[in-house]
């Protein structure tokens, strides 16, 4: 995923011959998906704004090019939903079969939190704007984790909310679609210590929680390995998706 600051719209990027942007038109009003250069499409998709400057990529022959960062900044930072449609929208004339038994998807998260501020909190507008963006996201991805797993079997659901649990056997249309595992490290005190017997003060939170902050990966990695030791089960994965022989 990638989002286009100039047009503002985010792009699904693929390598799907049978995609209505694979392949360019003869007059080059514009470029085939399949011209695009792979490491400059990467290099956009981590583009997140403040952090890394935006990828400029070239969209048509004599034309400026447009405008690119990073997708998470879109309501698709989690991607599941833009990948279901891929897979079995028509108009991407993929049309993967349907159902718990035909279709698995594995989505693995990068770490999550909740955006907080503290009641009373005062201090500069631009301070609480950028707080209450970094909170969309999250919401986004929040959105897209309900959304998916209203519509799976989910072996190993979410707690998505208070007010509706984990939406375990609850299907939207009353069938579920697919089979779906979201596998994340939630970088919150209380998760920790319950399911992985780690106690963290406030401030080596924080430095779990920063993308910037390189220093903070191997403690970051020990505490991922050890979440995806409990997370990550055989039994998730049925026999009807093995590969035959």
């Not at 792009?11 to 209505?20: A, D, K, L, Y």
């Not at 919150?188 to 779990?208: I, K, V, Y």
């Amino acid at each position: 995923m990638i989002k286009r600051m100039d047009t503002g719209s985010p792009w699904v990027v693929s390598n799907n011959p049978r995609g209505p942007y694979w392949e360019g038109p003869p007059d080059g009003s514009w470029m085939g998906t399949r011209h695009y250069n792979l490491p400059a499409i990467v290099r956009a998709s981590t583009a997140a704004p403040g952090y890394f400057r935006p990828e400029f990529l070239r969209i048509a022959a004599g034309a400026p090019p447009g405008l690119f960062v990073d997708g998470g900044v879109s309501p698709y930072d989690n991607p599941s939903l833009p990948l279901l449609m891929l897979a079995t929208a028509r108009p991407y004339r993929l049309r993967w079969k349907m159902g718990p038994e035909s279709l698995m998807m594995v989505s693995v998260g990068r770490g999550s939190f909740r955006v907080r501020m503290a009641p009373g909190t005062r201090g500069p507008a631009v301070g609480m704007v950028a707080r209450a963006l970094l909170g969309m996201i999250g919401d986004g991805q929040a959105l897209s984790l309900t959304l998916m797993q209203w519509m799976s079997v989910t072996p190993a659901p979410h707690k998505l909310n208070s007010e509706i649990g984990d939406l375990a056997d609850e299907f939207l249309g009353g069938v579920p679609l697919l089979r779906f595992l979201r596998y994340d490290l939630p970088l919150e005190a209380e998760w920790l210590e319950q399911e992985l017997a780690t106690r963290t003060d406030a401030r080596s939170l924080a430095e779990h929680r920063r993308m910037d902050h390189p220093g903070g990966m191997s403690a970051l990695r020990d505490i991922a390995e050890r979440a995806a030791e409990r997370q990550v089960r055989p039994e998730h994965y049925p026999a009807c998706f093995d590969l035959d022989g």
